[in-house]
């Protein structure tokens, strides 16, 4: 089982920037892939980023791209999402996911067995 926790939501306002952090324990998760998702209010889960397991394959939808950067710091079982000129319809839970796939599979969420809890990340105008 492996066990993921999100850090670093908050409110923040148009144009500013905000890093999210999602430390993995249990089964060892350095050869699994992680990502974030994310979920505005009536909206259904989208993919935001990935990245493989050692950390040379990312993968950034293109709602986000030039904003936000993915990382991940094996040493410490942590993944991060760095989100810069954030813009309110950014607004939404964010979640961290884990599983044995490449960047480019963790795309589809149907695939990914493990998720956190998530962390909201608000937008002001």
């Known amino acids: 089982q492996v066990h993921l926790v999100e850090s670093g939501g908050g409110l923040v306002q148009a144009g500013g920037s905000l890093r999210l952090s999602c430390a993995a324990s249990?089964?060892?998760?350095?050869?699994?892939?992680m990502g974030w998702f994310r979920q505005a209010p009536g909206k259904e889960r989208a993919f935001v980023a990935a990245?493989?397991?050692?950390?040379?394959?990312?993968v950034v939808a293109d709602s986000v791209k030039g904003r936000f950067t993915i990382s991940r710091d094996n040493a410490r079982n942590t993944v991060y999402l760095q989100m810069n000129s954030l813009k309110p319809e950014d607004t939404a839970d964010y979640f961290c996911a884990a599983d044995l796939a490449t960047a480019q599979q963790m795309a589809v969420k149907s695939i990914i067995r493990y998720w956190g809890q998530g962390t909201q990340v608000s937008v002001s105008s």
């Open positions: 990245i493989s397991w050692n950390g040379d394959s990312t």
């Open positions: 249990g089964r060892t998760t350095i050869s699994y892939a």
